[in-house]
Nanobody, 117 residues
């Protein structure tokens, strides 16, 4: 079973930046054909989709993060990244990476991001 491992979370002041990374526990031969997502879940709220990047590098963002977050992928390294700039207190959440196609759906364990002064 493939597992996803996130890193890069932490605490930062408003206006600061963090870069989240996510990789697979083992090589996936067809990873290039799969889509990556970043989700987040704040306390007491539902999990929401933050950003996605398709197998063809199509990208979309939640309105709340447009212009501040950037998603990217490196198929050779089995990785996806989420660059988060101009962070706000409302960005505080556990962030999860997700890798999927029509047949497979893999999730990470989550990494905490806290934005507070």
């Amino acid at each position: 079973q493939v597992q996803l491992v996130e890193s890069g979370g932490g605490s930062v002041q408003p206006g600061g930046s963090l870069r989240l990374s996510c990789t697979t526990s083992r090589d996936i031969f067809t990873l290039f054909s799969m889509d990556w997502n970043w989700y987040r879940q704040a306390p007491g709220k539902q999990r929401e989709l933050v950003a996605l990047i398709t197998s063809r590098s199509g990208i979309n963002y939640a309105d709340s993060v447009k212009g501040r977050f950037t998603i990217s992928r490196d198929n050779a390294k089995n990785m996806v990244y989420l660059q988060m700039n101009s962070l706000k207190p409302e960005d505080t959440a556990v962030y999860y990476c997700n890798l999927h196609d029509d047949e497979r759906d893999y999730w990470g364990q989550g990494t905490q991001v806290t934005v507070s002064s």
